[in-house]
């Protein structure tokens, strides 16, 4: 990934540690409204990581999947990893106003609603305007599977690219049996996304 393009991560905020280096170009709070990037739970920082990660502490050992990209850090939810669906869609709003200043290309949401509330359709519609707007936008399945249709907004979009474990599976079970049931938390619901011809197509376990 090229070194100018902005992702931003709709989470728990951001610490900066050496492998984000300088960047983290922007920080904003929703939660407590504070100026310089921190990150009170650790999941934020966990995914940014695995994002944008650069490897310098590990001396290469342990990467991101765009090691070169820069981080706009959205916090949206506290210290215990909760949030409501206002401040979220506060976000995806900030991103679309920024998203030319920091060249934000890329939405990491790894996160998902809880027992299905009322404005479900108004966080879908305004995740869905960030896509429309020109930006990708990745969302996970979530924690509560296997059981089917247990995915959750705004991973039930039919627009954005909704994430799940899969593989790990296969892996885990010829690990040890026992591991098994640690993986089978991905959600899993069938879901119509819009009639866009594949680019490429890869085998996968489950239909997430």
Wanted: one cysteine or more.
């Amino acid at each position: 990934m090229n070194n100018n393009i902005g992702v931003a991560v709709l989470d728990t905020g951001i610490y900066k540690h050496i492998d984000f280096g300088n960047r983290i170009i922007a920080f904003k709070d929703f939660i407590n409204n504070r100026v310089f990037p921190y990150d009170d739970s650790g999941h934020g920082t966990h995914v940014s990581g695995i994002i944008a990660g650069d490897g310098y502490a590990s001396h290469g050992r342990f990467k991101g999947i765009a090691p070169m990209s820069q981080i706009i850090s959205v916090k949206v939810l506290d210290s215990n990893g909760n949030g409501n669906i206002e401040n979220v869609i506060k976000g995806t709003k900030w991103i679309i106003n920024n998203k030319d200043i920091y060249n934000i290309k890329i939405v990491n949401i790894s996160f998902g609603t809880t027992h299905n509330p009322s404005n479900t359709s108004e966080l879908i519609k305004n995740v869905e305007n960030m896509w429309n707007e020109g930006i990708i936008v990745v969302a996970a399945a979530g924690n509560s599977g296997p059981k089917s249709h247990s995915i959750t907004a705004p991973g039930t979009s039919r627009l954005v690219i909704t994430v799940g474990s899969a593989a790990v599976l296969l892996l885990m079970a010829f690990l040890s049996p026992n591991l098994l049931s640690l993986a089978l938390i991905s959600q899993r619901a069938v879901i119509k996304k819009m009639d866009i011809p594949p680019k490429a197509e890869h085998p996968c376990l489950h239909q997430l």
